[in-house]
């Protein structure tokens, strides 16, 4: 079964290509197709899974050889299949909240004339996700990793009629761009220190690498993974990223996509492990962005740039775990994994709303939402307890395992990184609860369309409803994973233990406060910030349009200046210089080649006066040659 | 008579044949310049041959001769049919080709 490990990635491959060659005739039963697709993708993974786990822990790392693909003098690169503990908890992430959201979205879509091409795009950016993962070298990574961006970038834009959401994809594609440019770069180096790309081949030389080769490595993939995983200073292109339909936030933007980042620092351990340096500018980035994630939710009132902003900061987290070293690895993962279903749970959950709700996101129009849909309010209760890491809920068990690991160390750096995340625990909580509340408590601030009330009723007048069951049934099976993955995942040595093979075996030292200690503070912190949540947003009425706020605030809602600092470093920069580069090629490349036709013009049209038809001009010219050659002769003989 | 006599005359002949070539329109003059030029030419290669004693300059004369004899031959036809089609003899009138 594991040799036929590839098949995970041809179905939804081959689905995509024929929804995308049929057109129009696929459009009655392209989503099936898709969905089914995704389904048989995972129903594969699940047997390859089972397969593994039959294998002894050692002989678990599997390499797939698949052909030949880049032989190139020294250069040569074999595409194969790396099928070990670490890609086949991402293959069975992938496909199973994937074809949940393919599930979901049969119904979100339904009204859509282009369902089919949603769909086609869906099953392309599986395929694509599962090439990255499932990749056994930096190269055939990269391809994965640019099929994701090319995915993340036509289902984006997927309502490109709108121009701003067409704007948001071309942002998100930019950016991406110079994450992948370190990518590009750092394997590369790679070639060119260790003369292979592979991962094994990697791995087995990254010992040998001198410290700033390794550094430079490490910060070039970092700053790949920056810009896939949107952490800082690569972050911005996130929130608008919201504008794609709300099932591609939740599989692209929540669960899969951005954690490609974290997977390549996973990935890359060796690399890592050779640059101590690479590692500690790792879990500052990881640190800083979990704290400006968290800070940013906290300010939005459009509920999915809310979330956009808590993705942000929970992949900090898992940055900042991974940026710790081996110890932090597993919980990177763990946390990757329950997060991908949580924060999968959040956005459909916020999907329904914005469905029963016109397609509006702004949570100062919602309010006590709880009573039209009881099921989406459970859920989204349950995935909302998940995230803000309420024990039992998933939540708690990977976040608290990341909170515990930052304290680990020596210096100020656990002190730093704890701290961080502590706080960050707290803020989570706040704005977590935050949209909690005034999505589904508090007094109602919309009208039933129903409603006799007079037209100068500021309120907008809405009929909330419950989705249909084929957008619930995904919900609450996400929302089943919120509550059990974290235990289930953390039984025995459970997910540590699964992924050993890969992260290798750590022992882990103690952090440097005690763990009952930290636990308690974290849960207190926590209830603290769903305490000032309910006093200020679920006991007090919320007006409907934003007080202005504390400069803070405001700083929060422009997702402190991010763009504007994009703009000033980078965008204007290059729009000078580019326009300097059309001047430059006009006024001096041009201005060469048409300079020289014109001068070759001119000199004609002088000359051509002594072409005047008389011969005895010529005849005199003819004369005067003759005497003039004559007089030199003379002249040099002498 | 020293062959300078000789050269000098030879000198004098080529100039007026050339101004006559320069400013004169009338084909068949300008025609008569250019013979002009050549024979005072042979006058000059006769005359050196003549000092040196040797036959050199006097055949390059009868050539000299039979060419500009080949050479009267086409000229006065080509004056001949440009007179024909231009009713003109005039060498500044066929200038269609200028510019």
């Known amino acids: 079964m594991i040799d036929l490990a590839w098949l995970v990635v041809a179905i939804p491959l081959a689905s995509s290509a024929l929804l995308l060659l049929l057109g129009r005739r696929s459009d009655a039963w392209g989503h099936l197709l898709a969905t089914l697709a995704a389904v048989a993708s995972f129903v594969v993974g699940l047997l390859v899974v089972l397969e593994v786990l039959g294998q002894s822990p050692e002989e678990r790392i599997n390499d797939v050889h698949l052909f030949s693909w880049i032989p190139a003098g020294e250069l040569s690169i074999d595409a194969g299949l790396r099928v070990d503990p670490l890609s086949l908890t991402f293959v069975m992430l992938i496909t199973f909240v994937g074809s949940l959201i393919h599930v979901y979205s049969i119904g979100y879509m339904t009204h859509d004339p282009a369902r089919r091409r949603f769909f086609a795009y869906l099953n392309l950016f599986v395929a694509a996700m599962l090439v990255l993962v499932l990749a056994d070298s930096y190269a055939l990574l990269f391809v994965g990793w640019e099929g994701v961006g090319l995915a993340s970038y036509l289902l984006i834009g997927f309502w490109n009629h709108n121009t701003d959401y067409a704007v948001a994809a071309k942002k998100a594609f930019v950016m991406n761009r110079v994450g992948d440019m370190g990518l590009i770069v750092a394997m590369g180096l790679m070639f060119a220190s260790l003369g292979t790309v592979s991962f094994s081949g990697v791995d087995a030389a990254a010992s040998g690498l001198s410290t700033p080769m390794a550094t430079a490595i490490g910060l070039l993939l970092l700053l790949g993974a920056c810009g896939k995983s949107a952490q800082f200073p690569l972050q911005a292109w996130l929130g608008d990223a919201m504008a794609g339909p709300t099932p591609v936030s939740a599989l692209i933007h929540a669960a899969t996509m951005v954690t490609a980042g974290v997977y390549l620092i996973v990935r890359a351990d060796s690399i890592f492990s050779a640059a101590p340096t690479a590692q500690l500018v790792t879990a500052c980035v990881g640190a800083f962005t979990l704290l400006l994630g968290a800070a940013i939710a906290c300010g939005k009132d459009d509920i999915k740039k809310s979330l956009a902003g808590s993705t942000m900061s929970q992949i900090g987290y898992m940055v900042l775990a991974a940026g710790l070293g081996p110890i932090g690895y597993a919980y990177a993962i763990f946390h990757l994994v329950t997060h991908g279903f949580f924060k999968a749970g959040l956005f459909l959950g916020a999907g329904s709303v914005m469905h029963a709700n016109g397609d509006s996101t702004d949570m100062r129009t919602y309010g006590g939402l709880r009573k039209v849909m009881l099921v989406t309010w459970a859920t989204f209760a349950v995935c909302w307890l998940a995230i803000i890491g309420v024990p039992p809920f998933a939540g708690f068990y990977s976040k608290d395992k990341i909170i515990e690991t930052a304290f680990v160390g020596e210096g100020w750096q656990p002190w730093v990184f704890g701290g961080a995340a502590l706080v960050g625990a707290a803020v989570t909580a706040f704005y977590m609860s935050r949209m909690f509340f005034m999505t589904f408590h508090g007094k109602a601030r919309w009208v039933d369309e129903a409603s006799k009330l007079g037209a100068d009723d500021p309120r907008p007048r809405r009929h909330p409803h419950e989705s249909p069951l084929v957008m619930t049934l995904p919900v609450v099976v996400l929302a089943i994973g919120a509550v059990s993955l974290g235990f289930l995942l953390s039984l025995g040595d459970g997910i540590t233990g699964w992924l050993e093979p890969v992260t290798g075996h750590v022992d882990h030292p103690e952090p440097v406060l005690p763990v009952p200690v930290i636990l308690t503070a974290t849960l207190v912190l926590v209830a603290a910030g769903v305490a000032l949540a309910w006093r200020q947003y679920g006991m007090n009425t919320v007006p409907l349009t934003a007080p202005a706020g504390s400069p803070l605030t405001r700083a929060a809602r422009r997702d402190f200046f991010a763009d504007d600092v994009n703009e000033a470093l980078a965008m204007r920069p290059g729009q000078h210089l580019t326009r300097t580069l059309v001047y430059a090629d006009t006024a001096v490349v041009d201005g060469a080649v048409t300079g020289a036709a014109a001068g070759t013009v001119a000199s004609g049209r002088v000359l051509r006066k002594l072409q005047n038809g008389y011969v005895r001009s010529y005849a005199a010219m003819i004369l005067a040659g003759v005497v003039i050659a004559g007089a030199v002769l003379h002249l040099v003989r002498l | ?99």
């Open chain 2, 1 to 99: 008579m020293s062959l300078m006599h000789y050269l000098v005359l030879s000198g004098i002949l080529f100039t007026i044949g050339a101004v006559t070539v320069l400013v004169r329109r009338n084909a068949i003059l300008a025609f008569m310049g250019v013979e002009l030029m050549l024979n005072s030419c042979n006058l000059a290669l006769v005359a050196f041959s003549r000092v040196h004693g040797t036959l050199t300059g006097q055949v390059m004369a009868f050539y000299v001769m039979v060419v500009a004899a080949a050479e009267v031959v086409v000229g006065l036809a080509i004056i001949v049919s440009i007179y024909r089609a231009r009713r003109t003899v005039s060498v500044d009138e066929p200038s269609l080709l200028r510019n």
